[in-house]
């Protein structure tokens, strides 16, 4: 990667707010980067393990917390939201604030850590392994089947919840290091290519 590289690491509340790369949500409203957007979304997507789950549960979004996470407005109810935002809150009390975090990540691929490009395919994979390591065998949540995008009714019959404490968090804390290192890496490549040349010129859509 040269100088002039990309790195983005995906932070806590992302999928409330999705900002692009050093700007604002208007920039991203007035430039046409189609491209740039969709490999944004998947890269930083794809390392949330329960994006990749399929229990029946709709990636643990069926699986209300035991006690909910407190952190107005946007207060944690389920198993889902604690991979989504908690657990990058975790990562960011070891390494601390959003810069701080993406420093201590991106050093560590500057002093050598390797990380594969690979496919989608594979990075669905790895989300998946992880999903059945740190969230089904832990919580040791039983097998569920439902079609895709609902929950198992057997789920709220038996009143199934999820306990979430921060031990459990900083427990996860290296796999979730690992996974936004990742993201950030992969997804700093693909923009990269996009962006050679002219093609991340801005393209502003007209105003109606």
């Known amino acids: 990667m040269g100088q002039n590289a990309v790195y983005i690491v995906p932070t806590a509340g992302q999928e409330r707010t999705r900002l692009p790369l050093g ?3 208007e920039d991203t409203e007035n430039n046409d980067l189609t491209g740039t957007r969709f490999s944004d979304s998947l890269c930083r997507g794809y390392p949330q393990p329960l994006h990749a789950a399929n229990n ?3 990636g643990g979004n069926c699986e209300p917390l035991t006690n909910f996470i407190l952190h107005r407005p946007f207060d944690t109810k389920e198993l889902h939201a604690a991979w989504d935002d908690d657990e990058v809150r975790a990562v960011m009390k070891v390494l ?3 810069d701080q975090t993406t420093t201590a990540l991106f050093s560590r691929f500057q002093n050598g850590e390797q990380v594969a490009q690979l496919a989608p395919l594979d990075w669905a994979r790895e989300s998946n392994d992880l999903a059945k390591k740190d969230v089904y065998m832990k919580f ?3 097998n569920h089947t439902a079609p895709p995008g609902t929950c198992d009714p057997t789920i709220q019959r038996l009143n199934e919840k999820v306990n979430v404490t921060q031990e459990y968090l900083d427990g996860n804390v290296a796999d979730v290091e690992t996974q ?6 992969r997804l700093s490549r693909i ?7 002219n093609g991340c010129v801005a393209n502003p859509r007209p105003h109606r």
Request: charged letters at 20%.
């Open 140 to 142: 040791n949540l039983p």
């Open 56 to 58: 029946g549960d709709r």
């Open 23 to 25: 700007g604002s949500a």
């Open 191 to 197: 923009i990269n290519e996009i962006c050679v040349g």
């Open 96 to 98: 601390g604030d959003q």
């Open 180 to 185: 936004l290192l990742r993201a950030g890496i």
